[in-house]
């Protein structure tokens, strides 16, 4: 009866809002007070309407009498219950909102939690007897045992949540009831407390970092190390976490894991000392039960393939014993699903096979859903690719504008100009990063400041360290001038002169500036096309043209800037015309004004081409055709309205057509299904995962199959939360970071003369936890966005165009 209750009472009050709503007379806009903080205030009005103050819901309209923002907020998270959901509300914001109201209820059960054991501490006599004996055992067992909740505070907590010293408790209990305690836990099998079945308090299974805490806090007390509430907690719990780390060989990179947080939360709130999981729970129930959560997960996105259309994705790589794999996934807006790995080493040498590969492929996912192929760029992918296209005539084949991309920028690299500025920046890296006293003052001088910042290239590391460096020219030119440098380096280290030179030279920084202008564009495009914050189709034409224009503007004379021009086109149309990214620029509201205007032949005519492509019924071809016409003329339907020309910088494009695009249904569906694709079939971190392991024909069967399914579950779970990616601490002279950082810590001038050193890495100050992202910022579309103006839009709408000097 209460679940019938409430749900009336939910349906009553929906009702009674939404007559109140339509009774409503004309609304006056309050203002909102600067001290409401919760982010659900920017996404709502206050109104006051038929005398009643409300909020309104900026989205959907709809208006709420009461319940306050909480209740608001369950609405933009789509939370069905106390409020209705909104079916408008972006996909940023519920998820903004969901985490919001996950974040509100971890805090009531922490602060619960806290009281708890306060009570339980302050008021033993309040407790059951019990309970009593319990705690007096545990405070005079051999190894002295804290709930983990007050142990394991990493700094998360607010003060005023954080629960007060523990006070000892004194007493005695029956040395019989101990003996018998020992006895029962030392009786009970090993086979039979591993194979419990998964308890409450217990986190949902995730991956293994689950179990490094407790294993780590279990080492400790097991040696007879026990933690004194009156000393450095946090200090043990870190060494007994180091230990683990250590010892069962754990990549120091798994701390970076989106998971590492959550575990340690989970462990804590499990208070006492949770048992911990075997080696065969994770390959066995935890291992099966995950499987589950992820292909629940992915059926979710298998949901959108028919609405949006996906994109099938071939990331190829090598491993490091040589062996080259395919990592197959399916990309939609919702996000990327991987399919299988495959061994490729003799598919890619021939074109026949490596179609046979894709046509598979294609036929798993649905012919229907699929409207691109993405794979590298080499001429065997190419041949393959249009054998394809010959087989399913309504899909295209792209190559990788990742690594066209990055291509791109790796030719720049190798122009002599360039090659020089890099090679000098490197020398001064170089022996900073390998003299203690060079190192800890540059610490010093930059507040603590890298001067290497992560890239996701080799060839972009070149261009984005040189931007860095640049701006913290000053802060080098002090160090340099400095006392210690002047009296304990520049008298003493070989190399040093050259460094001191660079660093105050005028013509050098002016080369850096020069070369971070011409390549800015094309370091910004390369990022934007890896981020998973939005599709990146309609952006990459445009993109591709700014990074010539801002070539052309700084070289000026045709001889200089089209050496970098050739670069530019070679890497683009190296092999065949690329229709979907003529179509995303020309339906990309964001260039609509270029669209209404003079727009290139090439750029028409790749939209027509994907029409007759994408679109198999030659009666919707026609209709779209007309509908055309009313979207470059801007004639009917809601593209006038104010707050659709508004929305053409804030929407993404699909969202965009979904909600502006009306008039023209046809034209509409064609225009999100190409919109929502990716660019890139570049895939996320790799490492750490058996992917070259599943290969191996000496395996067991059934543990082939086990590692099929450990593989799918990690590159499955990485890839779902890459659009929460989780910023990362960086240290650029770290192995992790080896493969990218690559030669710009290395002292090249000390190898040649040999006279380097003898190190200490204890001499230098270790890094601050200066958090560092590694993959794509959510901003780069941001600042795209921001740089647009009219002369780029009609520009890139003409083509670029060559001076006849």
Known sequence: MRCRSGLWCVTKMASSEAEAETAAGPEVVLPISAQKHDPAWKHCMMVRSAGRVRLKCIYCHKHFLGGGIHRFKEHLARRPGNACCCLNVPREVQETMLNSLNAVAAKKK????????????????????????????????????????????????????????????????????????????????????????LQSTRPAPQTQPFNQAVMALETATTQGRHFDPTSSNKEQVYMAIGRFLYDAGVPLEAVNSVYFQPMLEAVASAGGRP??????????????????????????????????????????????????????????????????????????????????????????????????????????????????????????????????????????????????????????TGFIYNNALAFNLMKRHLHGKDLLVPAETRAAMNFVTLKNMYNLKEALQSMVSSDEWMHHLLPKKPGVIEVSNLVGSLQFWSSCAAVVRITEPLVHLLKLVSSNKRPSMGYVYAGLYQAKAAIKKELVRKSDYMTYWDIIDWRWDKHAPRPLHLAGFFLNPLFFDGVRGELSNEIFSGMLDCIERLVSDVKIQDKIQKELNIYRSEAAGDFRRQMAIRARRTLPPAEWWYTYGGACPNLTRLAVRILSQTCSAKGYDQRHISFEEIHDQRMNLFERQRMHHLTFVQYNLRLQHRQQHKAKAFDPVSVDNIDIVDDWVVDRSALISGQSEQPNWTEINQSVDVITSMGPSDDEFEFFIEVVDDEMIRGASQGMQEDDD
């Open 110 to 197: 922490r602060k619960q939690s806290l009281a708890d054991d306060i009570r339980r501490i302050t008021h033993p006599a309040a407790t059951s007897a019990p309970q009593v004996d319990a705690v007096v055992a545990e405070m005079e067992s051999p190894i002295h045992m804290i709930p983990l909740n007050e142990v394991l505070d990493l700094g998360s907590m607010p003060l005023e949540e954080r629960p007060p010293e523990t006070r000892e408790m004194k007493g005695v209990t029956s040395s019989k009831r101990k003996k018998k305690m020992a006895v029962r836990h030392a009786s009970t099998p090993l086979a039979h407390q591993n194979q419990q079945p």
């Open 275 to 428: 048992e911990a999981f075997s080696y065969h729970d994770f390959r066995g129930c935890i291992l099966k039960k995950s499987l589950e959560e992820v292909t629940a997960q992915l059926e979710f996105y298998k949901g959108s393939w028919t609405r949006t259309g996906c994109t099938l994705l071939a990331d190829e790589w090598t491993t490091d014993k040589g062996r080259t794999l395919i990592n197959l996934s399916v990309y939609c807006q919702e996000g990327t699903m991987f399919l299988k790995s495959v061994n490729a080493t003799d598919i890619v040498v021939s074109p026949d096979a490596l179609y046979e590969l894709l046509k598979n492929a294609v036929e798993e996912v649905g012919e229907k859903n699929v409207l691109q192929v993405i794979t590298n760029n080499s001429e065997i992918h190419a041949v393959a690719g249009r054998r394809l296209g010959e087989t399913f005539p309504t899909l295209f084949w792209s190559p990788c504008t990742f690594q066209c991309i990055d291509e791109m920028l790796e030719g720049f690299s190798k122009v002599r100009a360039i090659n020089e500025i890099i090679c000098n920046a490197k020398a001064i």
